[in-house]
C-alpha cells in the first residue's frame, strides 16, 4: 500500500517502476525500500537494490521527467513513532542508479503530498507531518527545477486566498499552463483539544504561467465545497488515485472513514 506507480513518457519499451510502499503482515507494518520495473510486453517484474538509494518509506511521491524518476518525501513508522523524509532522490532508467538531490531549501519534512510535472518543474503541493506531539497539515506550494536541480524561491503573501491545508488530493493538468487540485483529507482541532476529520470537496485552479517569470504561481477557487457526496462526484472519499487524460480528470477509488465513539 502507498507506493508509487511512474512510466517514462517517450519510452517506447513502456516500462513503469514501482518504489517503496507498505504493508501489513499481521504483527506489524513492514516499509520497502526496493524498486521493481515491470516489462508490460513480457509481463515479468524486475527487482533492483542498488546502493546508495533511498530509505523504506509509503506515501511519497514519484515522478518522471526525461529519463529519470523523482522521488520525494514520505514516512516511515518507527515504533510508536513516524519518520518523515524531505530528501529528493533521482533514479537514471539509463544507468540504474540513484543519486541523492542536496539542494537548497527543500519543503518541509511531509508525507501524502501531491506532486505534477509541467515542463521542467515539478510542482509539491499539500501534504502532513506528524510527530509525538504535533501534527501539520500543509497548503503550500514548492517548486523544483529539473533542469538546474534548485528548489525555486517563490514566496506567497499570507493574504493569498488558498486551499485549506490538506493530503491525499486530487492533481490533474487543466489546459496548457493549470492544475486542478480537488478533495483531499485533514484534521482540525476543536475547542476542546480534539482532532476532527476532514473530507474535502472544493477544487481550486493552480496557475502555473508565472513561473516563467520567477514568480509565485496564482490560485483561483473553481469549484466550493457546498458540492456534497454524490453518486456522480468523488467527494466523501480521500486517498483517491486520479490522472490527467485528454480534457478531463479521472479519478478512481479511495477511502471513506466513519468515526465511532
Known sequence: ANATLCDIEGDKRGYFYLFGGEYFDGISNIFLDDLLRYDPAKREWKKFLTAPRPGARCAHSCVSYKQSIYVFG??????????????????????????????????????????????????????????????????????????????????????????????????????????????????????????????????????????LQQNPPTWERWMSSSKGISSTTPNGRAGTASAS??????????????EQQ
Open 74 to 211: 514520505g514516512e516511515m513508522e518507527a515504533g510508536e513513532q513516524y519518520h518523515h523524509y524531505r530528501d529528493l532522490w533521482k533514479f537514471d532508467t539509463n544507468t540504474m542508479k540513484w543519486t541523492e538531490i542536496v539542494a537548497k531549501n527543500p519543503p518541509s519534512a511531509r508525507s501524502g503530498h501531491s506532486t505534477f510535472v509541467w515542463k521542467n518543474y515539478m510542482i509539491v503541493f499539500g501534504g502532513f507531518f506528524e510527530a509525538l506531539r504535533e501534527t501539520k497539515w500543509y497548503n503550500d506550494v514548492n517548486v523544483f527545477n529539473l533542469q538546474t536541480e534548485e528548489w525555486m524561491d517563490v514566496p506567497q503573501s499570507r493574504l493569498t486566498v488558498k486551499p485549506e491545508p490538506r493530503s491525499a488530493c486530487n492533481i490533474a493538468l487543466f489546459g496548457t499552463d493549470k492544475i486542478i487540485i480537488h478533495g483531499g483529507f485533514s484534521k482540525m482541532k476543536s475547542v476542546n483539544a480534539s482532532s476532527e476529520t476532514k473530507v474535502h470537496s472544493d477544487a481550486w485552479v493552480l496557475n502555473l504561467a508565472p513561473l
Open 245 to 258: 487524460y485528454k480534457s478531463r480528470m479521472v479519478v478512481f477509488g479511495g477511502v471513506v472513514d466513519t
